[in-house]
């Protein structure tokens, strides 16, 4: 019923095993990673460490938008292509926006947008709750916006300089 254990292995204790273990066993682990390490980093180039392929080709956006001179906070910045998923960002106390694309790639699709930039929304307020605002510019700015951007692939900054009374509008 039991088996018994014959030869090297019961000759040797087990220091002396996990030593001569040791003394082969980092050449020959050497030699077997080196390969698995090549082909990891030719499959890693060779599948490309850019987007995956329903992402389209997006540029980076960025800027600020000011209200008669002031930065505007908490403003929603919308980049809208003809075709495709609108990229949005919001402002903060500076007035500085970033845009976001989708599953936390930054950015905006390659062309030209409308831009939509308002302040209606639901906000965090000071208690954890959220607080709705309502909008304060005009809507030449938003719903009937007349604001467009070109974005090209690589970095792009997008300043916008708003009038409380936009040209136009009396």
Not at 46 to 57: D, F, L, T, V
Not at 137 to 146: K, L
């Amino acid at each position: 019923m039991w088996a018994t254990l014959e030869g090297p292995a019961l000759s040797q204790t087990r220091s002396e095993r996990s030593r001569s273990r040791a003394t082969t066993r980092p050449a020959d682990r050497g030699r077997r990673q080196r390969p698995i390490g090549l082909a990891a980093a030719v499959t890693i180039l060779a599948c490309g460490c850019g987007r995956p392929a329903h992402i389209p080709e997006l540029g980076d956006v960025s800027g600020t938008v000011t209200l008669d001179g002031r930065p505007l906070a908490k403003a929603t910045v919308a980049f809208e292509p003809a075709e495709g998923r609108p990229s949005l960002g919001t402002t903060d106390a500076q007035g500085a926006y970033t845009l976001e694309f989708a599953g936390g790639y930054k950015g905006a699709i390659v062309g030209r947008h409308t831009v939509r930039i308002g302040t209606e929304g639901y906000f965090p307020a000071a208690d954890g709750t959220a607080e709705f605002v309502e909008e304060s510019i005009a809507p030449a700015y938003n719903t009937q916006s007349t604001l467009a951007a070109d974005v090209q692939p690589g970095r792009n900054r997008f300043d916008f300089e708003l009038s409380s009374q936009p040209a136009g509008s009396e």
